[in-house]
């Protein structure tokens, strides 16, 4: 076969991918960035190249400083949430990982194992959340529990509808993927790295420290960018779990998609995606994950 | 040196119902090179590896020096372990992986820097100190590894098939390196390998094992010449396994003489046969033989005194050794 007619083919090989990405990602994505910079009036949106949107997201942030305005809180919000989920999310991760990967012998137990972290899944987000309800609520189970064992005097209020229970559900959702790539990563390392480890006189923890971690980093950094970018985007678990109380990012797009106010909504869109972008461009800096692609 | 470096006391490695490494008992003195020589599964890995304190001894004690060190981690038993796949850290730079236990034991960062140093020199590595494992080639891999496992200090070295990963032309150089580095550190080498040729080259003393028992330990000149057990004699190559009226013994391949002709020597000690196959390999001439008993008798013969009278397959032969050549088998 002829180079010419061999890239032939490999571009028809790629062409369905190209196509999919091209309808569902790059076509939706350049249609919010055109939509961002369009004019509206209170019934209409109008084709237009202004800078409005943009101005309007962040108006009088920089006057009031160093008081935050509201686009700044709900980022700094925001921000704090993924902090916190990916905290812990990693920490519980990176455990269960661990746990199945060093010390669960048999692939067959492995394999179980994963099946049981996947039952969650089995439902849907919205169920899952709501599930937490009825455990927290101030008449709910624990609550009880607490008051009958004499523990607590009066319901604790901050079981529901706070941020304690934003980061409950959402490191309950979201903890399979950190748990996942960082599996994978950890199957990857050779055993006999860990003997060496034990040859040169480290301790498990020097071993998990000087070894394992900076093995896994690639799988930490996969993990964490899931993570990242589900949290930063959401306002359905935190509107559900925060009793709509919590402000977020999300929250505010969607509220101000339900006005109908689709340019001010895309340009949130973008600044968002710009914040995104540079969070994993920053971790991607730190780790070259590209060895675990 | 003077003393006895490592010393295995019925060392016994069962896994379930196998018994892996049968109630062993092995000295191997201070400062001697020694092979732990057999074919795969024969036990010599768990062996080393009991020493090195990497697996569990199911019973028996090892000794280092006057030490037991039978319930020792690794690192309290003053050996150092090289593994078969180098097991280099990927992560870290090629200085950083020799200084990794000098890092372990809490030495400073130039400190335990410069001592890695040293040791790169020793291996001649020092030029790729800031290289990482990926960048070199399994030589070079191979020296880090060296150099990792030298630099703890140790008064053993255990190597895990260390050649086994290299190129033939590496192996024969590499192999003269090790021996060098033994003698100038004055150290104990424990060497596993399935290759007689490295074990005849490099040890002071063979080891060769045999479904989890130690079936001759000696210098390798006394397992050549006189290897003790039928396993040993075919293990080592090069020999003969004849039946004799006192039972089974082995001769050398180079000590049998070849007469043409089918005529029986007065005694009546040798062999009438028949020329199979020969083979030229430059300053020998191996033959191929066939006699009643023995369906593969092999001799080697000078070229020289071959080329005199050159035999052809087919040909009827007598063969004959002295009787001193003959050891006996147990």
Known sequence: ?293 | MQGVAVELIRVTKRYGAVTAVDAIDLRIPAGSYCCLLGPSGCGKTSTLRMIAGHEAIDDGDVRLGDTVVTHMPPARRGTAMMFQSYALFPHLSVVDNVAFSLKMKGVARDARRARAMEFLLLVAMEKYAERLPAQLSGGQQQRVALARALVTEPQVLLLDEPLSALDPFLRGRVRAELKRLQRELGISFIHVTHSQDEAMALADLVVVMNAGRIEQADTPRAVFDAPRSEFVARFIGGHNIVVTAAGKAAVRCDRLAVARGDEMPADGLGLAATVQAVEYQGSSVVLSLQEERHADLAAVMDDAIFFADPLQPGDRVTVRWRPGDAHRLD
Not at chain 1, 64 to 73: G, N, Q
Not at chain 1, 118 to 127: A, C, E, L, Q
Request: glycine letters at 6%; aromatic letters at 12%.
């Open chain 1, 1 to 293: 076969m002829s180079r010419v007619a061999s890239s032939r083919a490999a571009l028809w090989q790629a062409a369905p991918l190209v196509v999919l990405l091209a309808v569902f990602f790059v076509l939706p994505l350049v249609l919010v960035v055109v939509v961002s910079v369009w004019d509206y009036n209170d019934y209409a949106i109008l084709p237009d190249v202004t800078p409005r949107n943009y101005r309007d997201v962040f108006e009088g942030c920089l006057v009031a400083l160093p008081e935050l305005c509201v686009t700044f809180k709900t980022y700094l919000s925001t921000l704090k949430f993924c902090l916190m989920v990916w905290l812990s999310t990693l920490l519980i991760g990176f455990t269960v990982a661990y746990f199945l990967a060093f010390h669960v012998r048999s692939l067959g137990w492995q394999v179980v194992l994963f099946l049981v972290c996947t039952i969650p899944f089995w439902t849907s987000n919205v169920i899952r959340m709501i599930s937490w309800i009825p455990l927290l609520g101030r008449n709910g189970v624990i609550n009880q529990w607490l008051q009958q064992a004499g523990i607590t005097d009066a319901p604790l209020e901050w079981l529901l509808f706070s941020d304690f229970s934003v980061l409950l559900a959402f490191v309950h959702l979201y903890t399979m993927f950190m748990i996942v790539p960082i599996f994978n990563s950890m199957t990857r390392i050779d055993r006999s790295l860990l003997e060496a480890a034990y040859d040169a006189g480290a301790s498990g923890w020097q071993t998990l420290w000087n070894v394992v971690i900076p093995l896994c980093k690639p799988g930490i950094v996969i993990g964490s960018i899931f993570v990242v970018t589900i949290v930063m985007g959401d306002f359905v678990t935190i509107g559900v779990m925060g009793g709509q109380q919590i402000a977020s990012i999300g929250k505010i797009i969607s509220v101000q998609m339900s006005y109908l106010q689709f340019p001010l909504a895309a340009a949130n869109a973008v600044i968002l995606l710009a914040v995104v972008m540079m969070i994993i461009w920053a971790m991607t800096r730190a780790v070259d994950i590209r060895r675990e692609l």
